[in-house]
């Protein structure tokens, strides 16, 4: 076997040498590149054929009014036209969900959750929409378990899965569940009730008086903390507070709430007048007359012979400083409570 030469190579080798690396390495990238694109056009297309793969839904709007058909239907067309866009189909959902087309909502949250498994809402929502649905316990709770896994801090998770392993009559679970909203927000009025009544069924009465108490304290006219309490001081053998208790319950209504802001992103997108009406009551509640105003004024183009709504405008024209027209509003629903109710079949 021949040596190796000593001293310098020829420079004609070496030349003929880097020129091939050079183009060897042009074609390695060249084949790289090729081979992205084509893959990156692979994933689109998968990504596409799933998505219209899927059927977007009709919605029957028989009976609703114009402005609703019309927001369903730009949510609807935004899928059409997106069909892989989980942002897309998350507010297709949430307009159906908010207009309360509930199965449809569900299938469409489900699709939002196969473009982006990253995002807790449409777990949460479906969890929150399955029972009324015919939808199973397990299934809902499975939901709910995967939503506060996600973003665990997050107290309504933990109280409606309270609240569902209740009804379920898993009150020891239940307690859990609730106990962790009430750590994670010790200000929660109803996580506090939901709390003293899941230990009320379990006969710790001395636990479901604190919470009860606690509630009342942070929601003084919530009508289900009231008789709460009465039924724990009753069975604590306290029969006069019982008797109090229970007469300060009776004029009162359900005031306590979820505290929830991804239900209420969503049910906020209503624009029926059902949905306004509600948001309006929520802006009078908060004494935000002028934004209490501007939705009640939405709501009468609707439905504009509504007692209620001209009685809803008269406080809040009222609160807002302007007598005239609170005067005005109120007339107008004296005027609707004393006109003669249409005949049978007259079109409003």
Same mark, same amino acid.
């Given at each position: 076997?021949?040596q190796p030469?000593?001293g310098?190579q020829p420079?004609?080798?070496?030349?003929?040498?880097?020129?091939?690396?050079?183009?060897g390495?042009a074609?390695l990238a060249?084949?790289?590149g090729v081979?992205y694109a084509?893959?990156?056009v692979l994933r689109?297309?998968?990504?596409?054929l799933?998505a219209?793969?899927?059927?977007?839904?009709?919605i029957?709007?028989?009976g609703m009014?114009?402005?609703?058909?019309?927001a369903?239907?730009?949510?609807?067309?935004a899928?059409?036209?997106a069909?892989a866009?989980h942002?897309?189909w998350?507010?297709f %959902?949430? /307009?159906?969900? +908010?207009?309360a087309?509930?199965? @449809?909502?569900?299938? #469409? $949250?489900?699709?939002?959750?196969?473009l982006?498994p990253?995002?807790p809402?449409?777990?949460?929502?479906?969890?929150i929409?399955?029972?009324?649905?015919g939808g199973?316990?397990?299934d809902?709770l499975?939901l709910?378990?995967?939503?506060?896994?996600?973003d665990?801090?997050?107290?309504p998770?933990w109280?409606?899965m309270?609240q569902?392993?209740a009804?379920?009559?898993r009150m %020891?679970e /239940?307690?859990q +569940?609730?106990?962790h909203?009430? @750590?994670?927000d010790? #200000? $929660?009025p109803m996580a506090h009730?939901?709390?003293?009544l899941a230990?009320l069924?379990?006969?710790?009465t001395?636990?479901a008086?604190?919470?009860?108490?606690f509630a009342?304290n942070l929601e003084?006219?919530?009508y289900?903390t009231?008789a709460?309490?009465s039924r724990?001081?009753?069975?604590?053998?306290l029969?006069d507070e019982?008797?109090?208790?229970?007469e300060r319950?009776?004029?009162?209504?359900?005031v +306590?709430?979820?505290r929830?802001?991804?239900?209420?992103d969503v049910?906020?997108r209503?624009?029926g007048p059902?949905?306004?009406?509600r948001l309006?009551d929520?802006?009078?509640k908060?004494q935000?007359?002028?934004?209490?105003i501007?939705t009640?004024?939405r709501?009468?183009?609707?439905?504009?012979?509504?007692e209620?709504?001209q009685r809803?405008?008269?406080e809040?024209?009222a609160a807002?400083?302007?007598?005239?027209?609170?005067?005005?509003?109120q007339?107008?629903?004296d005027?609707?409570r004393?006109a003669?109710?249409?005949?049978a079949?007259?079109?409003?």
């Amino acid at each position: 076997m021949s040596q190796p030469a000593e001293g310098p190579q020829p420079r004609g080798g070496t030349v003929a040498r880097r020129r091939a690396a050079y183009a060897g390495l042009a074609l390695l990238a060249l084949l790289a590149g090729v081979g992205y694109a084509q893959r990156e056009v692979l994933r689109a297309r998968v990504a596409g054929l799933s998505a219209r793969s899927w059927d977007v839904p009709d919605i029957d709007t028989a009976g609703m009014t114009p402005n609703v058909v019309d927001a369903l239907a730009a949510a609807r067309q935004a899928v059409l036209d997106a069909p892989a866009s989980h942002a897309a189909w998350y507010d297709f %959902a949430a /307009a159906l969900h +908010a207009h309360a087309l509930h199965a @449809e909502a569900i299938e #469409a $949250y489900r699709r939002a959750s196969a473009l982006r498994p990253d995002d807790p809402r449409p777990y949460y929502l479906q969890a929150i929409l399955l029972p009324g649905e015919g939808g199973s316990v397990v299934d809902s709770l499975a939901l709910f378990e995967r939503t506060a896994a996600m973003d665990p801090r997050y107290p309504p998770v933990w109280l409606r899965m309270g609240q569902l392993l209740a009804n379920d009559g898993r009150m %020891a679970e /239940a307690t859990q +569940a609730l106990q962790h909203a009430v @750590e994670l927000d010790p #200000a $929660y009025p109803m996580a506090h009730r939901e709390l003293g009544l899941a230990l009320l069924e379990r006969g710790d009465t001395s636990g479901a008086l604190l919470h009860l108490t606690f509630a009342a304290n942070l929601e003084e006219d919530d009508y289900p903390t009231w008789a709460g309490l009465s039924r724990a001081y009753r069975q604590a053998g306290l029969n006069d507070e019982a008797q109090e208790a229970a007469e300060r319950s009776i004029p009162l209504i359900e005031v +306590a709430s979820y505290r929830d802001s991804v239900l209420d992103d969503v049910l906020n997108r209503g624009v029926g007048p059902v949905h306004l009406e509600r948001l309006a009551d929520a802006y009078m509640k908060a004494q935000a007359w002028r934004l209490a105003i501007e939705t009640l004024k939405r709501v009468e183009r609707d439905l504009p012979g509504s007692e209620a709504i001209q009685r809803k405008l008269a406080e809040s024209y009222a609160a807002a400083g302007d007598a005239a027209l609170a005067l005005a509003h109120q007339r107008r629903a004296d005027e609707l409570r004393t006109a003669p109710s249409a005949p049978a079949g007259t079109p409003p």
